[in-house]
């Protein structure tokens, strides 16, 4: 059982927007920045979102973050194919002394 | 360009140990926390543990406490992971990953351990 709790799934038709929450508690998100990865099966995680909501070099403004509270959320606008993915949110939790993922979020594109 | 490249990964029965190996490449390795993160088949990711740039802060997830040990050499821009008393839940593919804007800003293709008898 994880410490921080995803949707197991999302899915939406290309164009549409899709939302991934992620919950936590005032140890790990109410504390610390939140961040989201993205991951393919068979290929390296990437690096979507940090610090709640900046994104990284290379990452389209498709993708959004936002925090408040003891949540976190993903936005993916304008779905696209590619998107198909894992999204995992993460942060540092300050009573396990250990930086810790959600289960994940499985997104499919109908 | 900036490389992680993983190594190390095998098959190896309960009890035993193996020790993975992250070279680092492409950027200035000695100034980032490193972290090693797993994902075990049909699960999600797992963070193993980190190390601070000169080694001397080191946190573990709580599963491998006393059994994996993480260590780095700077001058050989060589991050490891020291794996002892491996149990069947072990089994994954173990991510080197590198710090910087959160951990985990850029990632190794993975090393897959298989621990079964």
């Known amino acids: 059982q994880s410490v921080l709790t995803q949707p197991p799934s999302a899915s939406g038709t290309p164009g549409q927007r899709v939302t991934i929450s992620c919950s936590g508690s005032s140890s790990n998100i109410g504390g610390n920045p939140v961040n989201w990865y993205q991951h393919l099966p068979g290929t390296a995680p990437k690096l979507l979102i940090y610090?709640?909501?900046e994104r990284p070099s290379g990452v389209p403004d498709r993708f959004s973050g936002s925090k408040s509270g003891t949540s976190a959320s993903l936005a993916i606008s304008g779905l696209q194919s590619e998107d198909e993915a894992d999204y995992y949110c993460?942060?540092?939790?300050?009573?396990?002394?250990?930086?810790?993922f959600g289960p994940g979020t499985k997104v499919t594109v109908l | 360009e900036l490389q992680l490249v993983e190594s190390g990964g095998g098959l190896v029965q309960p009890g035993g140990s193996l020790r993975l190996s992250c070279a680092a490449s492409g950027f200035t390795f000695n100034t980032y926390w490193m972290h090693w993160v797993r994902q075990a088949p049909g699960k999600g990711l797992e963070w193993v543990a980190n190390i601070k740039e000169d080694g001397s802060v080191i946190y573990y997830v709580d599963s491998v406490k006393g059994r994996f040990s993480i260590s780095r050499d700077n001058a050989k821009n060589s991050l490891y992971l020291q794996m002892n008393s491996l149990r069947v839940e072990d089994t994954a593919v173990y991510y080197c990953?590198?710090?910087?804007?959160?951990?985990?800003?850029?990632w190794g293709q993975g090393t897959l351990v298989t621990v079964s008898s």
């Open positions: 610090r709640n909501n």
């Open positions: 993460a942060a540092w939790d300050d009573s396990l002394s250990g930086y810790i």
């Open positions: 990953a590198k710090g910087g804007l959160a951990p985990g800003d850029s």
